[in-house]
């Protein structure tokens, strides 16, 4: 799969508020050390070194096209081309940001402990992941999915994504190795211009990748029909033609 920073963009600000919700809810203050995992386009990466101006930011993505476009929104800052899996800074870091990145990495039983490990006492793991996938936007694509002509190319693409773990789990697993852990829940009902053709753009963006990344050209644009109108009934346009599009998130913040 390939990332597109202008795709991912194209709702900036209603992609950008969570993380600043995040960011609000960590109480480190003495931070001079703190990384952006998963950073996009830059946009969360801004928000974290406005939080902590006194700190050493740096970022890193797996996708040349978001990294590209990150160091072109903050030429100050570092950013790295590497995967979360691969990353081997030992730290220590005084706040660890993974905001809406962790979906898309496996082993979360593993790799969370892993992260906190590389805090300094004190320090923060900050972690904002889209709890979504009960949601009729993520049904209705695997249902299309699993129905069409292009189901045998598709029969893997709803495991790109880790599966849904709930608070009580991730609570679970990180308090053994934390001296306080914090977990919500939060559903914003982001209003996006232009219908449901508006709800299609967001999650070409995001969640549609694993989907369209194995179709050709005129799949592509028979699935995205198919996808449309199923998306029609879910997402009612109001009469002044936005959609409001329920998008719950899981929040944590555990602290070393």
């Not at 950008?16 to 203050?29: F, G, I, K, S």
Request: hydrophobic share 45%; charged share 20%.
């Amino acid at each position: 799969m390939t990332w597109s920073a202008r795709q991912y963009t194209s709702f900036e600000a209603e992609r950008t508020r969570p993380v600043r919700d995040l960011l609000h809810a960590v109480e480190t203050t003495d931070v001079r050390r703190a990384v952006d995992l998963g950073c996009g386009p830059g946009n969360s990466t801004e928000v974290l070194a406005a939080r902590f101006p006194g700190a050493q930011v740096t970022g890193l993505d797996s996708s040349p096209d978001m990294i590209a476009a990150a160091r072109q929104r903050l030429p100050g800052l570092r950013f790295d081309l590497a995967g979360i899996e691969d990353w081997n800074d030992p730290g220590p870091f005084d706040v660890i940001l993974a905001n809406a990145v962790l979906q898309w990495v496996p082993n979360h039983d593993t790799l969370m402990p892993r992260l906190l490990d590389k805090l300094a006492v004190g320090g923060s793991l900050a972690v904002q992941m889209p709890d979504n996938l009960d949601e009729p936007a993520h049904r209705l694509m695997r249902q299309v999915a699993a129905a069409g002509p292009w189901a045998e190319k598709l029969a893997g693409a709803a495991g790109a994504r880790t599966p849904r773990l709930g608070a009580a789990w991730y609570y679970s697993l990180l308090r053994p190795h934390a001296s306080r852990v914090d977990v919500w829940r939060t559903t914003y009902h982001h209003v996006l211009d232009g219908g449901t053709d508006a709800v299609v753009e967001w999650f070409k963006g995001s969640g549609l990748r694993p989907f369209l990344a194995p179709l050709d050209t005129d799949e592509t644009a028979a699935f995205l029909a198919e996808y449309r109108a199923a998306l029609a009934d879910a997402y009612p346009p109001l009469p002044s033609g936005t959609v409001l599009l329920p998008f719950p998130r899981l929040f944590i913040v555990a602290v070393r």
